[in-house]
């Protein structure tokens, strides 16, 4: 049997090179780089904006009795000069027993205590302002004079007293409003300027008020009016003419 000979078998040919993955162009990352160079930028900015002053309004407050209140607002600035929405404050009073505060972020209520001057100080980060509070409360009212004799007139004519006010320290209150009132009205009435006027005979006490202090006057009224001055009396039905002249028609 004849030898067999080998087969002639093909060399396997070179496998093709496989395709190298694509790469994208470095144009394309740099609008990445470029938003959030942009975005670290803005936040070192925000970030070196911070609170450099404050500024308070109203700048100062006056009260005339204890428990008294007003608001207060506070306008925060940073380095850049801009306002800062989102900066808040610390509120506190230098004497809590002038004045209290209260208040949350930029707004704030002040209320009076006692007699005296404190500071109200708002502080945001290192920057601060303060304003300041006085309480004068009137403790003490002089009138003068110290008693009143009025005449009643044809034409009506009030009585002005010179009221004096004094604070808790004794010193003198020329702000104030001054009213007057009378405890029979029929005798006397008073008016917001400090005035008595006389209305009908006989005799009362007139009260002069400013704030919470007060004083009393003796007020005594005597009738100085002519006969053409005085209401004419009435007597009789003086609709009975009128009655007679507007009678019904008789049926």
């Known amino acids: 049997m004849a030898a067999m000979l080998p087969l002639p078998f093909p060399r396997p040919s070179a496998a093709p090179p496989l395709p190298r993955p694509s790469r994208r162009p470095r144009a394309r990352a740099l609008p990445r780089l470029a938003t ?14 911070r609170p450099a002053r404050v500024e308070l309004d109203p700048p100062s407050l006056r009260f005339h009795a204890a428990g008294q209140s007003a608001p207060i607002r506070a306008s925060v600035r940073g380095t850049s000069g801009k306002l800062l929405p989102a900066a808040g404050c610390e509120w506190a009073s230098s004497d809590p027993r002038v004045a209290a505060v209260q208040g ?7 209320t009076a205590v006692g007699p005296g001057t404190a500071a109200v100080r708002c502080s945001a980060d290192r ?5 300041q509070v006085v309480v004068r409360i009137a403790s003490r009212v002089d009138a003068t004079p110290a008693r009143l004799d009025l005449r009643l007139q044809d034409a009506p004519a009030p009585a002005a007293l010179q009221v004096q006010v004094l604070d808790t320290d004794g010193r003198p209150l020329s702000d104030r409003p001054v009213a007057t009132r009378c405890a029979d009205e029929s005798v006397c009435r008073g008016d917001d300027r400090g005035q008595i006027w006389p209305v009908g005979p006989g005799e009362t006490r007139a009260t002069v008020q400013v704030d919470s202090a ?12 002519t006969a053409e001055g005085r209401p004419r009396r009435v007597s009789g039905n003086p609709m009975l003419d009128v009655e007679k002249a507007f009678a019904p028609p008789k049926r």
């Open 36 to 49: 959030v160079a942009l975005l670290a930028g803005a936040g070192a900015l925000s970030a070196c904006d």
């Open 127 to 131: 920057a601060g302002a303060s304003a």
């Open 104 to 110: 949350k972020l930029r707004d704030a209520t002040v």
């Open 214 to 225: 007060s004083t009393t006057v003796p007020v005594k009224v005597v009738d100085a009016r």
